[in-house]
Structures are given as structure tokens and as C-alpha cells.
């Protein structure tokens, strides 16, 4: 098991969090039931410590210039306090990840990284800068990040004291959005995003203050509701939401368009930008596209099942589970797949081979699961 620990790990072994190596750190995977800490996001709210993200300050004149030849989108066209999902694209087109970029001034940006290819988005980001006026900061040993999750989140962070001078109200604050902040004199960054399919909020504090600020978390949440959520439950969470995964739904050897993301890359952008060529290619001929599968039933299919066409015993595989679980919130089997094109529209009947048992599943758009509207 890894020895890298998040700001946070001796409050999580004191709670009784057990563990898993997550993109080299040694994470909490559940402190009470998978099934508990998935329900209490749906219903009320969840704590998350995602301190294992990896942030990079991208500043300067040259600023947004650098992210529009260095990333998919168009990152320049971001307004000061929004955020943007984006993509790391190799010269193939190829996703080395998929990111978030906050603009937090006119020539100042956070770009959040998935927590295992801190290193080579690292190394692309400075491979990307010459020619350009910008300074590259990687922040992530000096910030930890924690997510509030759920409906109740909101009112949970309002209720905490110790968060003052909020640049923009929390009722005010779309989503995508990001404000500065204090807790306890210390800086916060307070961004109104997640991974979960719930309203909720991710907040960036020195790692000093880290745990200090969870405890705030926990006191302020747990009348209402709060748990200390795992990685367990933000799997399922985030496979309800039909948010891809790197390294399950997204890779280096994925384009935008086969996972969904075509949208995501600008290309009526001016100038060049790494990966265009590679878009502009496309993928292979006869290159798996990603849906997502429904099913009846409790058995679940697993990444790495395969996906078969018919059940007449002709075995033809076309495709493979990327993610499955059976939903904890609509109670039946779920999946992520990378199927043949021909056989990718909605409606279609295919079947998850579970262990040799052949379950038929439908194809259904992503999301899954989408949370319903607040009234008015």
C-alpha cells in the first residue's frame, strides 16, 4: 500500500475509515457502509476528502492564450469566478485527462487534475508554456480539498460561522462557479461543483487548516444529516451522474467524441492547439463509442465484462463494461460500456455477460440519474 497520506488521514483512522490506494494515495474508501454513505449524498449531504486532486496555478498576461493552445476548450472565453470541464489532450487526441479550470482573475487560473496524472499533466503544462507569458505553480502539496455533497450542503456551509467574507453569497453562486472566502482567517476557495450529481460545493484551504475545517464540516453537518463519505460511495454516486472516470471511461488511447465529450473541444477556436490534428482525424475505423446499459434484475455487470450481442450462444463480443454496479438509488444494475458503434443507439437490447450468465440490458442516454430541480 502507498505511504502517501492526505492532511487528513489520522482524523479518517480515528473515524474508522478503512482504506485504498487511490492514484498513490492511501485514501478512505468507507467509514461505515458503502450503501449509508451513498443514500445520505442522495438525501442530506456527504463529506468528502479529495485532497488527493492536484491543483496547478496557471498565471500572467499570457494566461489564456497558454490554456487555449494547451487544452481542449476555450479557456480564455472563461469570465472571472467561473469554471469550465476541460481536457489534456495528446497530439493523437488522446485524453492524458480531464480537468477543471477555475478563473479566478483576469490573469489567473486553478487547474484541478485527477490526483494520478499529476505528473504528466505537469510535465505537458510546462512542455506547453514556451512562447507564452504565464508561470506554472503546482499547488497540490500545499492545498487540500474537501467536497460537501447533497442537498443539505448548502445550508451547512451558511450555517458555519467561521466562513466569512464571501466575495458572492452561496445562494447566489451558480453552478460552475467559484468565490474566495475566509474560514478562521485562513484563505478559502469555495466552488460550487462535484462529482455526484447533487448540488454541493468543493473547497481548497492550506493544508494547515485542513483539518480544522472538516471538523467545522462534521459539527455544522451531522444534525442534518452529514456523513463522512468514501470512495466507494463517490463511485456509485458519480456512475449514477454518468461522470466518466480516467482510466475507466477516459484514456490515452480515448477521443473526445467516442466518450461523449466531442462537445468539450473547441474547435472553431482560433489558432492551433495540441491535439487538433488528432481530432480532426478522427478516431479509427471501427472504434468503440461509450453508452450507457440498463438492466433489470440484482446481478451486475463489473469493468471488464464483456458485452455480447445476442444470447443464441454466438458469443460475438461487442464491447466491454468500463463501470457497473448496481444502483443504490434506482435499485437496479447499471454500466459504462465501450460497444461497436452499429450497436450503440438507445434501445438497443444487448447482454452483460456476468460470470457466464448472459443478462440483457438495454441502451439508455447518460446520465442515469438526474437530480430534480429545486422549486422556486
Given at each position: 500500500?502507498?505511504?502517501?497520506?492526505?492532511?487528513?488521514h489520522?482524523?479518517?483512522?480515528?473515524?474508522?475509515?478503512?482504506?485504498?490506494?487511490?492514484g498513490?494515495?492511501?485514501?478512505?474508501?468507507?467509514?461505515?457502509?458503502?450503501?449509508?454513505?451513498?443514500?445520505?449524498?442522495?438525501?442530506?449531504a456527504?463529506?468528502?476528502?479529495?485532497?488527493?486532486?492536484?491543483?496547478?496555478?496557471?498565471?500572467?498576461?499570457?494566461?489564456?492564450?497558454?490554456?487555449d493552445?494547451?487544452?481542449?476548450?476555450?479557456?480564455?472565453?472563461?469570465?472571472?469566478?467561473k469554471?469550465?470541464?476541460?481536457?489534456?489532450?495528446?497530439?493523437?487526441?488522446?485524453?492524458?485527462?480531464?480537468?477543471?479550470?477555475?478563473?479566478?482573475?483576469?490573469?489567473?487560473?486553478?487547474?484541478?487534475?485527477?490526483?494520478?496524472n499529476?505528473?504528466?499533466?505537469?510535465?505537458a503544462?510546462?512542455?506547453?508554456?514556451?512562447?507564452?507569458?504565464?508561470?506554472?505553480?503546482?499547488?497540490?502539496?500545499?492545498?487540500?480539498?474537501v467536497?460537501?455533497?447533497?442537498?443539505?450542503?448548502?445550508?451547512i456551509?451558511?450555517?458555519?460561522?467561521?466562513?466569512?467574507?464571501?466575495?458572492?453569497?452561496?445562494?447566489?453562486?451558480p453552478?460552475?462557479?467559484?468565490?474566495?472566502?475566509?474560514?478562521?482567517?485562513?484563505?478559502?476557495?469555495v466552488?460550487?461543483?462535484?462529482?455526484?450529481?447533487?448540488?454541493?460545493?468543493?473547497?481548497?484551504?492550506?493544508?494547515?487548516?485542513?483539518?480544522?475545517?472538516?471538523?467545522?464540516?462534521?459539527?455544522?453537518?451531522?444534525?442534518?444529516?452529514?456523513?463522512?463519505?468514501?470512495?466507494?460511495?463517490?463511485?456509485?454516486?458519480?456512475?449514477?451522474?454518468?461522470?466518466?472516470?480516467?482510466?475507466?471511461?477516459?484514456?490515452?488511447?480515448?477521443?473526445?467524441?467516442?466518450?461523449?465529450?466531442?462537445?468539450v473541444?473547441?474547435?472553431s477556436?482560433?489558432?492551433?492547439?495540441?491535439?487538433?490534428?488528432?481530432?480532426?482525424?478522427?478516431?479509427?475505423?471501427?472504434?468503440?463509442?461509450?453508452?450507457?446499459?440498463?438492466a433489470?434484475?440484482?446481478?451486475?455487470?463489473?469493468?471488464?465484462?464483456?458485452?455480447?450481442?445476442?444470447?443464441?450462444?454466438s458469443?460475438?463480443?461487442?464491447?466491454?463494461?468500463?463501470?457497473?454496479?448496481?444502483s443504490?438509488?434506482?435499485?437496479?444494475?447499471?454500466?459504462?460500456?465501450?460497444?461497436?458503434?452499429?450497436?450503440?443507439?438507445?434501445?438497443?437490447?444487448?447482454?452483460?455477460?456476468?460470470?457466464?450468465t448472459?443478462?440483457?440490458a438495454?441502451?439508455?442516454?447518460?446520465?442515469?440519474?438526474?437530480?430534480?430541480?429545486?422549486?422556486?
Open positions: 500500500m502507498t505511504d502517501r497520506f492526505s492532511p487528513l489520522d482524523i479518517h483512522r480515528a473515524a474508522g475509515a478503512a482504506f485504498t490506494d487511490f498513490g494515495w492511501q485514501m478512505p474508501v468507507r467509514y461505515s457502509s458503502d450503501l449509508a454513505e451513498h443514500h445520505a449524498v442522495r438525501s442530506a456527504g463529506l468528502f476528502d479529495i485532497s488527493h486532486m492536484a491543483e496547478f496555478l496557471v498565471g500572467g498576461p499570457g494566461a489564456g492564450a497558454f490554456l493552445y494547451a487544452l481542449a476548450g476555450k479557456l480564455s472565453a472563461i469570465a472571472v469566478g469554471a469550465k470541464y476541460s481536457l489534456l489532450l495528446a497530439e493523437t487526441g488522446g485524453i492524458i485527462d480531464d480537468l477543471v479550470v477555475y478563473r479566478l482573475a483576469d490573469e489567473r487560473f486553478l487547474v484541478v487534475a485527477n490526483a494520478g499529476r505528473e504528466p499533466v505537469a510535465e503544462l510546462e512542455q506547453r508554456a514556451p512562447g507564452f507569458d504565464v508561470r506554472i505553480a503546482d499547488q497540490s502539496d500545499q492545498l487540500a480539498l467536497a460537501v455533497q447533497g442537498p443539505a450542503s448548502r445550508g456551509l451558511e450555517s458555519i460561522a467561521e466562513i466569512t467574507e464571501l466575495g458572492t453569497p452561496l445562494a447566489d453562486l453552478y460552475y462557479a467559484i468565490t474566495e472566502a475566509f474560514f478562521s482567517g485562513r484563505p478559502l476557495l466552488a460550487r461543483t462535484g462529482y455526484t450529481g447533487e448540488d454541493g460545493f468543493e473547497l481548497y484551504i492550506h493544508v494547515e487548516a485542513a483539518s480544522y475545517l472538516w471538523n467545522a464540516l462534521v459539527e455544522a453537518g451531522e444534525p442534518v444529516g452529514l456523513v463522512p463519505a468514501g470512495l466507494a460511495a463517490r463511485d456509485t454516486l458519480r456512475l449514477e451522474a454518468g461522470m466518466p472516470l480516467y482510466g475507466h471511461e477516459l484514456s490515452i488511447e480515448t477521443l473526445p467524441v467516442q466518450a461523449g465529450l466531442g462537445r473541444v473547441a474547435l477556436k482560433e489558432g492551433d492547439f495540441v491535439g487538433r490534428s488528432g481530432i480532426e482525424a478522427g478516431p479509427a475505423d471501427g472504434a468503440r463509442v461509450l453508452v450507457g446499459l440498463a433489470e434484475g440484482r446481478r451486475a455487470g463489473r469493468a471488464g465484462y464483456a458485452v455480447v450481442e445476442t444470447d443464441d450462444g458469443g460475438a463480443v461487442v464491447g466491454e463494461i468500463t463501470s457497473g454496479a448496481l443504490p438509488t434506482l435499485g437496479h444494475p447499471i454500466a459504462m460500456a465501450f460497444v461497436d458503434e452499429r450497436v450503440a443507439s438507445p434501445g438497443t437490447t444487448l447482454y452483460l455477460d456476468v460470470r457466464g448472459l443478462i440483457p438495454s441502451v439508455v442516454a447518460l446520465p442515469f440519474y438526474t437530480r430534480a430541480k429545486e422549486s422556486s
